[in-house]
């Protein structure tokens, strides 16, 4: 008997779809369960509420990417989904996030190999008020620059998704209008890093705007371009 669908909290609806099913890869199966963490984590840390985010990583052409609807702490190693490049499933019958459209955008125009979507509150906040997000820190430059605000689009579609690649340009983050935020990079924990660090820039700004009578100070574009030269040093070296 077919399971029977459940509505979600952003009105979409979960549920199993026939899919794909051969034998789980034990590097897919790895990949899966680092996902699964980094989705819990963002719950954890309070960037999405219930299901309302959502965690992709790519392993060759296969995109491993949170299910619609279903809560993180109830994925076991059994929910793995994935989904080629095209979108067609090949792996497991959960039904893939809705945000599907702009996983797979992200994957095919950048060197991506993991994607974290997030409706953090102050992100958001700041996607209402202004069309690029202030320089108000240096960690700006982690994230290419000056971070964009991506036009409304409904969720799930087409357009949203192009609206996205746009603020994307030469960016590893952006907003996206009424929304939320999307970040992508090398591994899980640089996603993660870029999205937490996007959300802590947003609160950032909105606290020091917040002060009557005063107007944040902003970072010029060569105090920036400083920063960058600084940054690619940064860390340690094996």
């Known amino acids: 008997m077919a399971e029977a669908l459940r509505n979600t909290d952003d009105g979409h609806q979960g549920g199993r779809q026939d899919g794909g099913q051969r034998e789980v890869r034990q590097d897919e199966a790895r990949l899966w369960a680092e996902l699964v963490a980094t989705a819990r984590r963002t719950v954890a840390d309070g960037l999405v509420v219930g299901t309302s985010g959502n965690v992709s990583a790519r392993v060759g052409d296969l995109v491993l990417v949170t299910p619609s609807g279903v809560p993180y702490d109830r994925l076991t190693p059994d929910d793995i989904t994935g989904v080629d490049l095209t979108g067609r499933q090949v792996l497991g019958t959960l039904v893939p996030t809705s945000e599907l459209p702009m996983h797979l955008a992200v994957y095919r125009t950048t060197d991506a190999r993991a994607v974290v979507h997030t409706h953090a509150v102050h992100a958001t906040a700041v996607s209402t008020l202004v069309p690029e997000l202030p320089p108000v820190h240096y ?38 209008r009424n929304h939320g935020t999307i970040t992508y990079g090398a591994t899980l924990d640089q996603a993660y890093d870029r999205t937490a660090q996007l ?40």
């Open 139 to 176: 960690m700006t430059v982690a994230l290419g620059g000056p971070v964009r605000v991506a036009p409304y689009a409904t969720y799930g579609t087409g357009e949203l998704a192009e609206n996205m690649l746009r603020a994307l340009a030469g960016r590893s983050g952006c907003l996206l």
């Open 199 to 238: 959300e802590w820039m947003c609160r950032l700004w909105l606290t020091a705007s917040c002060v009557p009578g005063l107007t944040p100070s902003l970072l010029t574009e060569a105090q920036l371009t400083e920063v960058g030269e600084r940054l690619k040093g940064y860390g340690q070296r094996r």
